[in-house]
């Protein structure tokens, strides 16, 4: 803790509202305990359910004080209380983002989005207006950007340890979707379901689903765009209607060449998410198997592997793990990064002070605009089978 | 959740009160983000420092409501109120658990100690004389048995998928004590310093340090307790005075051969532990650095590995973790589920229900003795060189 | 050993002639070692340069008693020998394998030619023909179809273990060419000079180099052809005019999709090569790295380790291994079993008996022609940036 | 090759002998390959049997000109041809090394000596002192000493990159005795029957089997000696009389501390062998199923990995690869590394030159003897419990 620490100065922790997540949402338990884990957040408020009785026992279960039937009565009602919340927390499927979220942001409150941001990039750039008019920030919850050695990638390659990047790989797999799982709705969770209908899903299952963090962590590490795409998009279990698979060959807009691979068919891969970048200097290589490392390649020497918290790393790098090298930290502490991030960056604003530069590296609307047009633009380029323009 | 969840059953989260971990501490702030993970504590009194006004500024940092300046005020004042603690946290150094965990107990509150248990035997045992007495219940914070896949490995053995169990392995490397870090008092983190000294640290540093957990892990993994040992225990660097490594040869109450091997001066090791057990049907390896992950190894059979978050785990395996396979869990989350656990625990028998059976799973005060039985064994095995009973 | 060893019945070693591989020849030494590990054949004759005293002294140097100065000179006067050399090893520069296969062929020698077969499609195609005309045999030495545990895959998916197989992802990652060596030639092994000149080499240098490994690992895994690619093939350094870099989008014959990925310029990669092969039932994952493993990944089950040494495994992968499991075998073994394997199929011809049906599962000439057709459609494709037929 | 190598300069390959090694001897095909694989021996004689007839049949599938139906036979034969063989290889059970090798040396043959040396440190020392009257060459092959990292490893700890050595941990685990397996001995292979036996295969199978192997390892890497032991050998699994685990702590001759743990009750586990060393500037980890690498642990640094073949590694380790870094190379090539390291002794002697100072790294009689010696204390110490002098 040191007078960087928003939190700190503002003097209490920030007010959270969350809408979604009730039930058997699997992300919502996954944003609470994010919000917790720092204890930078009270969670006060939710709308857990459109049916008053359920969203209150719902509450009353999970120990929120104040339960909402509507996101407009809770926007409302909370505008109004000296007490209000400060941001809200949105985990709602795919299709209501941006809906929720420019109301949210128009009445005043700051927004944590599930990703993806949109299904569609027009009422993302749509969101991305709202927000900068609305004077509110938005924190997109790609996750993997949370990972400390993630932020140590970020790091060496703006210290310019790799030269001049050239390579990009992205690889993500899991094995959900390994066969026709749709074909037996009954054992199907109902999150599955609804990411499979294209309707509150979005048109391309698999690139919104894990494409999107693909792309997210692949520009995030770079600080590069995706300037354009060849790609093949589709199913790859017969028989199938959805997207399952999407294999992109792109150009990143320095004119590095790289892939993106992003499989839910890869039956028995359990969320296997690795990501390499090599320039003429060096290479960098993190899989998410082994979240704490990250292996430096360098032409003709051995290879040296940096490990969370040790004191060698770059300052991004030791702001985001929470204990010492060999205590390994995951999926939990990278997402609570973002919620902790964020309430620095909030905290600072209700303050009136500058935040901690260091607290500036979560994903943002723009992640999420960037991600629907790389989205559309695979989807385009699968279709007319050419190179398209993200 | 379901019915067996204590805590939906009391209606309301323990309240904790903490003795110890202000400032530098380096596992009071474990402690918090463990109790704060699942949501089943509200931290609400401390002792953070024996100046009443230091421990006041300290409490008001970390959002502590009441602040007191010693053991014995808070005990007393919370006693006498109507939302008294439940549970009293202690994560102060070794040679106060005992004096704090007896006074607590004997007044009825519930204690959470961080391990050691104690010093010495003598004291261990004086304090399970009074645990037993107090009818309270105590959790040592043993971290490792709160990884899923150390209770799958347990309950594997416990299902006798490896036959009878003939040999055990566990190894626990860390590199802080590489070189002669002691030469240079200036720029040893305080936790070192206290822990060096025989007085506050005790009469075997490795053992007390690691060691112990090395020898739970064995125990519990197992079910299993060590019968004798075979030890060498004193220091690898030259001109150290402090016990850096013990070399131990034991034997398990079922006659399997086994060995533990703790070191704080294999250089540059980054919390490197390991287990591996053996029996006539089929043998375990665990490996701190992929927490995730079991491998059962089989004769003239391809290897499997099991993964957290498996449907087809063990019940007491699936119940330790929060995400499903392939995002993964570690330190946090498993030093969560013993404060989960124990909040189950407390929950139950404050409202006179039966605890889940799977919440029983966590170290005890006969950890605390079993493990201070072995390192005192140990200590006068390596003094005489010869086996020495635990 | 049993009675299908053909040399075994046919009662003598082969005898080699080798063409190229002297000096500092990389894969000469290789290809010699490969002949002796099993002891199958009897290097006798060689054409190691094209000055006769050079040739001979080389061939002193290397304890080979048969000099000569010529390809021709060396088939003239083998074939008038009665123990004239039965298989010709072709280890030249790229772009005279088809002359010496089509000579050596056409004379009645069986040939093991180092890949790729051909610089383009059309020579391979006439090879292929000239192959199929003369009755003798040709292993071109792919030698990643020799480790024993990619044959325990491509048995695994022949045997259905995986279902119908629809998603295929190979990657290879060198680092040689992870910046502007060729800025500097006087300090470039000569082997690289040669394969970066269009001429000797081929006009895609990445594609040759190691892409055709990756397309015939696909394939040989599989047992599918690539139908199509999609493909972007260039520099991913700057500056540079050979192709360092393939980036292959692909559809195999039965629908599958897949992507093969392929660059020298993966600063730090010492030849990273994996396979990773899913269908509706199972996934399999190979990496070069650790090549006694293979992992079968299966839907919601813990993973599985085949080992090199199994005696579960399936015949075809128990006999390519030497050791038990656990006695590493590599790189030298896989290409030893193309060796040995060939021996296998020519003693058996020259003994006028049938050989056993699991020698005949090594690259051939067709392989080779399926290779270039893949090789040029991906360059055509990156040339128009559209889909294109193999 | 340069002027150093000793069989360029002897201007031929030397001519070896084999005693044992066919039938279903396992080590017997490996000695062959190992011989072969560099081209510096011709096996031209062999007694295989001592039924002749089976040993002339026998050499005749393998392709050795001369068959001996007895040492003795072979040992005049031979000393009488004017192209007698040079070395002589003994691959029997372990009883009968001592005497072959014996016999070999004072007939002034050079000698190769699967190990272990002797069943026991006696007639080890008997042997040591033949041979340093004989003025021969003994090459007693521990292959674990020809890893290339393993080399690395040692060329590191001399060149004092760990600083003072102070802590050595050698652990190698089978699986091959996990159950009762001789139980059936119709399904037992043979070799394992004969080691199981105490008259053939010695009083400990576990030390001489693979604790041989492991103690070679420490004190290989180390450069140092086994000074004195605490041990405790049997067997793991019920009912066995044969020891099938070892369990020692150890004290090195500079005082250093460390463990060797030895099992092949270990079910499942392939042949699983590690040595880890600490000093007071940084560590070393290698281990056997990833052979090409070597980590190098440092205090509060990135670990970096050294791997095979790289141009920056000491000689010791370059001269002991044949292949790139990223082509693996392993057991068989490990153990030619002897097998050709010996050949440059053994024809430098015979040339009457100095040989390659590197070619001198492997292990000899002395190792032979040291390991015998550390075998008996363990036996002792773990008989009267306690710590015993090498």
């Not at 990501?275 to 490392?293: C, F, N, T, V």
Request: one cysteine or more; glycine letters at 10%.
């Amino acid at each position: 803790m040191t007078t960087t620490d928003s939190i700190e100065i503002l003097g209490r922790r920030l007010r959270l509202g969350m809408i979604g997540g009730g039930g058997e949402s699997l992300i919502g338990p996954v944003h609470r305990l994010a919000a917790r884990l720092d204890d930078r957040y009270d969670l006060v408020a939710a709308v857990l359910s459109s049916n008053g009785e359920r969203s209150r026992a719902e509450a009353e279960r999970l120990g929120v004080p104040r339960a909402y039937a509507s996101v407009d009565d809770m926007l409302t009602a909370e505008r109004a209380r000296p007490d209000a919340i400060d941001v809200v927390a949105i985990v709602t499927p795919n299709d209501t983002h941006v809906d929720y979220a420019e109301r949210a942001m128009s009445r005043g409150f700051d927004v944590i989005c599930e990703k993806p941001l949109a299904n569609g990039l027009a009422e993302a750039r749509r969101l991305s207006a709202a927000a900068q008019k609305s004077g509110r920030l938005l924190c997109l919850t790609h996750n993997y950007s949370g990972y400390p050695m993630i932020r140590e990638a970020r790091a060496a390659v703006v210290a310019g340890e790799l030269g001049r990047v050239h390579l990009v790989q992205v690889s993500y797999l899991q094995g959900t979707l390994g066969s026709r799982v749709e074909d037996d709705p009954g054992r199907m969770p109902g999150r599955l379901k609804w990411r499979l209908d294209a309707a509150r899903g979005g048109p391309s299952h698999v690139l919104l689903d894990i494409g999107s963090h693909a792309h997210q962590l692949a520009t995030y590490v770079t600080g590069d765009r995706v300037a354009s795409v060849l790609a093949d998009v589709g199913a790859a279990v017969e028989g199938r209607s959805a997207h399952d698979t999407a294999s992109v060959i792109m150009r990143m807009g320095n004119g590095a060449r790289g892939t993106i691979l992003a499989s839910r068919a890869a039956s028995g891969s359990d969320n296997r998410m690795s990501i390499e970048i090599y320039g003429d200097k060096a290479g960098l290589r993190w899989e998410q198997s082994s979240p704490d490392l990250l292996h430096v390649t360098r032409t003709a020497l051995p290879a040296e592997i940096r490990a969370k918290g040790l004191a060698s790393l770059h300052p991004l790098a030791r702001r985001a793990s929470r204990a010492p090298s060999g205590h390994p930290e995951a999926f939990f502490e990278a997402f609570a990064n973002l919620y902790r991030d964020f309430a620095d960056l909030v905290a600072a604003r209700i303050a009136g002070i500058a935040p901690d530069p260091l607290a500036a590296h979560i994903p943002t609307v723009d992640d999420g605009v960037a991600g629907l047009a790389f989205i559309e633009a695979c989807v385009r380029s699968s279709e007319r089978g050419g190179w398209t323009d993200c």
